[in-house]
C-alpha cells in the first residue's frame, strides 16, 4: 500500500525534476509505476497494490487501483486534515494486518508515533524523500524533525529525477479499445509470465507452495493477486474472468509439476 499526501508530493517533485516550471496538474497515471521504481531502487522488489492519495484540490483523473481520499479543509489547516487521515488510514491498517509493506509520502513528524505502531504490528514502512535523505547527518542539524521522521522508517526511498519527469509530464488521454487479442497469443503470455515467476521463486517459497496447494484446490490470495498484477502489465490490460481462470489453473500446474497436456483449453 501507498500513502500519498499529494500536497508533499508536489513539493517532492519541485524538488526533483528539472521542469523549468510547475505543472497545472501531476501525472497520477504514471504515479505506481513510478514508485515502483523508486522501490526498485531502493532494494525493494515490491509490487504497489493500491494508492491512498490524500488531497484537498482532486484533480479529473482516474487511474486504476487509486483510492482518492477528497479532504475538506475548509475551517481548519489543509496539513491536519491530511495528518489526520493518513494517522487513522495507517491505524487501521496496522490493526486489521491489511498489508506488509507500507510506503508514505509525507513529511508531517507528527506520523512518527503512527508508524512506530504500524512497525510494532510487523508492518515494514518506507518513506519517499529528496536527495536530502542521503545526507541524514546534515538534516539532523538543518531540519531534526524531518530527521526523525526519516529515521523512523525502516527504509528511506528516493525519488529520482526521471520519474519525476513523468509525473509532471502532462496526463495521456484514455487510449482507444484495443481489439481483442488472439487466445493462444494470450495463453502464451500467461505462460511466459507465470514460468519466470516459478523460476524466480527460492526452493523454500517453492517447497511450501506446494505442500499448500496440494492440499487446496485453488491458490494462496497473495499468490493471485501479485500474478494478476503482473500479468496485468504484461498484456497491459486486466484480464478477463476466463483467462483469470487459466492463469490460475497454470500457476498450479506450474507449481505441483503437472505436465503442459493437462492444462485447460
Known sequence: MALIDSNYMAWLLRQSSDAAAEPETYNRMALIPSLAQALKGAGLGLDIQRVYWYTDNPDTQFPHDQIVRQLDAAGGEPGDVVFQAMSSDIARLAQHHACE??????????????????????????????????????????????????AQADRRVLLLPQAARELTASPR???????????????TKLLEVVTQWWDDEPEDLREDLRDELRGSHGIPQEVDRHMLLRVRRALDRPLSFPEKKILREMVRTTVLGITEESMPV
Open 101 to 150: 509493506h507500507l510506503l508514505v509520502a509525507s513529511d508531517d513528524d507528527r506520523l512518527t508515533a503512527a508508524i512506530d505502531d504500524a512497525q510494532l504490528h510487523g508492518i515494514s514502512v518506507y518513506l519517499l524523500a529528496d536527495e536530502s535523505a542521503r545526507h541524514m547527518d546534515q538534516l539532523v542539524t538543518e531540519d531534526p524533525a524531518w530527521c526523525r521522521l526519516l
Open 173 to 187: 488521454a484514455p487510449a482507444a479499445p484495443v481489439a481483442p487479442q488472439d487466445p493462444e497469443v494470450v495463453r
